[in-house]
């Protein structure tokens, strides 16, 4: 039941949504992550509502396989990172937009050895964060738009914060 309710939210928020996206990347650690983490590739999709003349909200979920340089008792790591948030909307800037919202990422660890039980990663890990956003339209076409996307996140981690930089290419429908 509680999986209906997900997919019914999902097709609603869509249904409502002025624009949806789907874009692809990679992923970029930042401080200690990079020596921790491989940069990776990553695959999204996302949708945008104009909320105000000025002003758009989007919602963008973004997945990746990371690897990690030293721990050997994982294969890898599956990353979801979930973001919500609002910008500035075309009529301000023709060909760009700044945003700021809050982040949702998940992790959870491949196991591959019995050690890999021992890490909190290998049932999962979810910390809230911030998100910036930039994006910028390349091609603008009466259908489709094709552009830029950015994000730095900064997840809430203990003992330190998380950085994540994002980049790729994006087509809005």
Same mark, same amino acid.
């Given at each position: ?6 997919? *019914?939210?999902?097709?609603? !928020? ?10 692809? +990347?990679?992923?970029? &650690? /930042? =401080? ?26 989007? *919602?963008?979920?973004?997945? !990746? ?10 294969? +890898?790591?599956?990353? &979801? /990172? =979930? ?91």
């Amino acid at each position: 039941m509680k999986k209906y309710f997900y997919i *019914s939210l999902l097709l609603v !928020s869509n249904a409502l949504a002025q624009s949806v996206s789907f874009s692809g +990347g990679a992923n970029c &650690f /930042l =401080g200690s992550l990079q020596k921790e983490i491989e940069p990776a590739p990553y695959l999204g999709a996302g949708f945008e509502l104009e909320l105000s003349y000025y002003t758009i909200g989007y *919602s963008h979920a973004t997945f !990746s396989y990371l690897k990690l340089k030293k721990n050997r008792d994982f294969h +890898g790591l599956y990353q &979801f /990172l =979930g973001r919500a948030g609002i910008e500035t909307s075309e009529h301000l800037f023709e060909f760009a937009s700044i945003g700021v919202g809050i982040s949702l990422a998940t992790v959870r660890g491949n196991a591959a050895t019995p050690a890999a039980e021992n890490y909190m990663l290998n049932t999962s890990e979810s910390n809230f964060g911030w998100n910036a956003r930039l994006k910028i339209n390349i091609l603008k076409m009466e259908k489709f738009t094709v552009g830029t996307l950015f994000y730095y996140d900064k997840i809430l981690t203990l003992p330190n914060s998380s950085h994540l930089l994002q980049g790729g290419m994006f087509v809005g429908i």
